[in-house]
């Protein structure tokens, strides 16, 4: 449409990083018209949209190998609020990459982010067990940095990045699980749009405890256990408030708009300090929830309805 600026995607750059490969999975940034932004860090990304100079980031939040993307948990749980909207799952696969005039038995100082560098342990113990691992920002700066001449002698880096700084490689597939798998989120600011479920969802909240006392976690777990809701991650996060006190960043099987799930946070937000909302969003691998007996939609319509009967005295 003539005099509409194109959407603008943030992600955690610089160009070449998993994120960015994470970013074209997304149909809507997938073409020619959108602009990517690479930023520095989780945090800027966010901001990027917290500002408005993006139209929504995407960020990594959780790998199969190294766990929770602890930088993606808190600005979620505590920055102004975002909500998830679409998540991607990438399988990953780093690659020891090099400028042309390097050999293996040349590398002695390798960059790369410290994620990348734990997912990589074995392979580096027995192929260059003298290696010194300085930690970079990502596994793309680490590859732009060895291209640029700044000191190192190689990066574990991505197959994107490597094309993008015009790399060789030296060694494919080095990670010590081949089936390893990171999970990244499209995050927008909070919209008045219909939400939609499709069946096969997935709702993510961060839940602050009201205090530190026995049976806290076990009272939130409550809450989604008696109206089968499933649990598919959660971490404690320290709130940064002082000493023991936590969060507990959530994911759950459902949408928020499924009776079960809406229930389940409602009676957080009456237990819990608060509870913050990130988002109900199609699940990547389209697996839908297996739901019990007594806790589907029309069960709570009909124990509504048999309630009401009762109240207004029409048994």
Not at 101 to 109: A, E, I
Not at 149 to 169: F, I, K, Q, R
Request: charged share 20%; proline share 7%.
């Amino acid at each position: 449409m003539p005099g509409v600026p194109p959407a603008r995607y943030a992600y955690l750059g610089p160009a070449g990083t998993f994120t960015e490969e994470a970013l074209r999975h997304v149909p809507a940034a997938s073409g020619s018209t959108p602009e990517l932004e690479p930023c520095t860090t989780v945090p800027a990304a966010l901001d990027a949209v917290r500002r408005g100079d993006a139209t929504a980031a995407v960020v990594p939040i959780e790998n199969s190998v190294e766990g929770a993307v602890s930088a993606t948990l808190d600005e979620l749980a505590t920055g102004e609020p975002l909500v998830i909207t679409r998540e991607v799952l990438l399988p990953i696969r780093f690659v020891l990459a090099a400028r042309h005039d390097t050999s293996l038995d040349k590398v002695g100082v390798l960059a790369t982010h410290p994620h990348a560098a734990a997912q990589c342990r074995g392979w580096l113990a027995e192929h260059l067990p003298d290696v010194q691992v300085i930690p970079s920002s990502s596994t793309a700066a680490a590859a732009a940095d060895v291209a640029g001449g700044e000191g190192y002698d190689a990066a574990v880096a991505s197959p994107l990045a490597v094309e993008h700084y015009g790399l060789d490689v030296l060694a494919d597939n080095i990670g010590d699980r081949t089936d390893a798998v990171t999970r990244f989120v499209l995050v927008s600011r909070p919209s008045a749009a219909a939400l939609t479920a499709t069946g096969a969802d997935r709702t993510s909240l961060a839940a602050f405890i009201r205090d530190d006392h026995p049976g806290a976690l076990l009272e939130i777990l409550t809450e989604f256990s008696v109206r089968g809701v499933n649990l598919t991650r959660i971490d404690s996060r320290p709130t940064g408030n002082g000493h023991g006190r936590y969060c507990f960043s959530i994911d759950c099987e459902g949408h928020v708009l499924d009776h079960r799930v809406g229930e389940a946070l409602s009676a957080l937000r009456r237990i819990c300090a608060d509870v913050r909302y990130l988002g109900s969003y199609p699940r990547a691998d389209n697996t839908p929830p297996t739901v019990r007996g007594g806790t589907t939609d029309a069960d709570y319509r009909d124990a509504a309805a048999w309630l009401t009967q009762i109240r207004t005295g029409r048994l």
